[in-house]
């Protein structure tokens, strides 16, 4: 495990408070997220991990205001930024706040980019979006810089070329360019790495190491890999059935899980004896057995 020394305590930037959410279905309504509750401090990286179906994007979503309506709503909580709470802040201030000072990076880069358009139009939009009054000549300086700061060769050709044009790695180069052009607080990252193979995905993880230390922003990584979360995280909290089970610092994690959930995630991670990872049923686990539950 490579991470380095915890960085120095910041000021919390960013509280989800008891947060549920429940989605519309034939059937009635489901609760997706149960109570859930954690703080992402300036300069670190909270990683929320759980396997499919736990919880992390729908957490994810709530925070920037992207459930789908009318199914998906926040029923209870807080989702505290800088003190506001964005669970009762207006569509249209949340629309000026989303990738301004709340970005997300999402898992496939193709469905984030625009197939017709070419890299550095959509660049721009979002500079036309958040800083329009920069001139145009600026907003084309500023991409191409953008381009070149995420280590893309040949940033000025690559300005206008289309995103099939590029390889996997180097689309999400740019969508995290992309994410980072208004210099946000909080950049939450929706597994951004599990569709590249290893060698990328340890570039972009590096990456994405440097440009936080650089911008001291706020990252709230969602894997259920992890080695990602070894490498990259400060802080990790557990998901499980739309609750977070546990919370501690990555050492303490790894070394001293509290929680059985936790224990059989950390169990189920590949030897070096080569043995094939095993898969986990989650629903026959009742959860409110564990001592450590967090409450519904």
């Known amino acids: 495990m490579s991470k380095q020394v915890s960085k120095v305590k910041q000021d919390v930037i960013l509280q989800v408070r008891d947060l549920e959410v429940e989605f519309d279905t034939d059937d009635g309504a489901i609760k997706i997220i149960k109570g859930v509750s954690f703080d992402v401090k300036t300069g670190e990286t909270l990683g929320l991990v759980g396997e499919s179906g736990s919880g992390k994007s729908v957490t994810s979503m709530s925070i920037m205001g992207l459930l789908p309506k009318p199914y998906g709503k926040v029923t209870a909580g807080q989702v505290l930024y800088r003190g506001e709470d964005l669970t009762c802040v207006p ?15 999402f898992q496939d880069p193709m469905t984030a980019l625009n197939p017709v358009q070419t890299i550095g139009k959509q660049l721009v939009e979002v500079l036309d ?9 600026e907003k084309v300086d500023y991409a191409v810089g953008l381009l ?5 060769p040949l940033p000025e050709q690559r300005f206008n070329e289309y995103p099939h ?8 180069r ?3 360019a992309m994410a980072l052009a208004c210099k946000p607080d909080i950049l939450i990252c929706d597994e951004p790495t599990t569709a590249l193979d290893v060698t990328v995905q340890a570039s972009i993880l590096e990456l994405m190491r440097e440009l936080q230390e650089e911008t001291g922003m706020a990252m709230i990584f969602i894997t259920h890999d992890l080695g990602v979360v070894a490498e990259i995280c400060d802080q990790v909290a557990v998901m499980y ?19 059985p959930y936790t224990q059989r995630l950390l169990s189920l991670v590949p030897s070096l004896d080569g043995k094939p990872k095993q898969t986990i049923q989650i629903n026959p686990i009742d959860v409110t057995q564990f001592p450590e539950y967090q409450g519904g």
Do not use: C, W
């Open 174 to 176: 740019v969508v995290i």
């Open 165 to 172: 044009n590029l390889s996997g790695g180097m689309r999400q």
């Open 91 to 105: 569509d249209t201030e949340m629309y000026k706040m989303r990738g301004n000072r709340i970005s997300i990076i």
């Open 241 to 259: 059935d739309g609750r977070i089970v546990e919370t501690a610092e990555i050492f303490e994690l790894f070394d001293h899980p509290k929680h």
């Open 129 to 137: 979006l958040h800083h329009g009054q920069m001139t145009k000549q």
């Open 148 to 152: 070149d700061k995420v280590r893309i």
